[in-house]
């Protein structure tokens, strides 16, 4: 499992792409429950992230130490007996290659202690070369790639991460592991 201390680390890290040499990730949020807590709009300035949701809730997110306030600073969000938690998604895709996304897992806002946990990226896609395709699952420790061209059987590893600077490398790499298992 992939985990992070504070979201602005997180954050950092879906900003960046693997296979470009520069931050050109795309992020985006969601919330949930979906019909309950749903993420209209927002803006990170610096360490804080602004998020204007649904029913009119305005709060804000230190990413260095996790917080979240309400924009007014009144308590947070409601705790409502029938639901277990409120949660944040996160996902990055690189505007430049089209090639890489990242999705965190579920984001747990705690409405009594107002902060985020649970702060962890639960997979990745990575398309190499309209070949391949690498899909880290960080929740299991494994990885799946498979040729994209034929879309056969996905061969299922324990997670190796590769330095895709030298993508000839990880290509040879990956037809022998698909090869051999």
């Known amino acids: 499992m992939k985990t992070?201390?504070?979201?602005q680390e997180l954050w950092s890290y879906f900003l960046y792409c693997p296979l470009c040499p520069h931050v050109e990730r795309v992020i985006d949020i969601s919330g949930g429950p979906a019909e309950t807590f749903k993420v209209l709009s927002f803006k990170k300035k610096d360490h804080l992230l602004y998020l204007n949701?649904?029913?009119?809730?305005k709060y804000i997110i230190n990413c260095l130490d996790n917080s979240i306030r309400s924009d007014i600073g009144q308590y947070i969000i409601p705790v409502f007996p029938n639901l277990p938690f409120f949660f944040?998604?996160?996902t990055g895709f690189c505007k430049k290659c089209n090639a890489t996304f990242a999705y965190s897992g579920n984001l747990v806002i705690d409405p009594i202690a107002k902060l985020i946990t649970n702060i962890r990226i639960e997979y990745q896609d990575i398309y190499i070369a309209n070949d391949y395709n690498i899909t880290y699952n960080?929740?299991?420790?494994?990885?799946?790639i498979f040729k994209s061209i034929n879309g056969g059987k996905p061969c299922s590893l324990p997670l190796v991460e590769f330095d895709f600077f030298d993508i000839e490398t990880v290509i040879k790499k990956l037809k022998a592991y698909i090869l051999f298992s």
């Open 4 to 7: 992070f201390k504070t979201l």
């Open 53 to 57: 949701c649904n029913k009119g809730g």
């Open 88 to 90: 944040l998604n996160i």
């Open 138 to 144: 960080y929740d299991y420790d494994t990885m799946n």
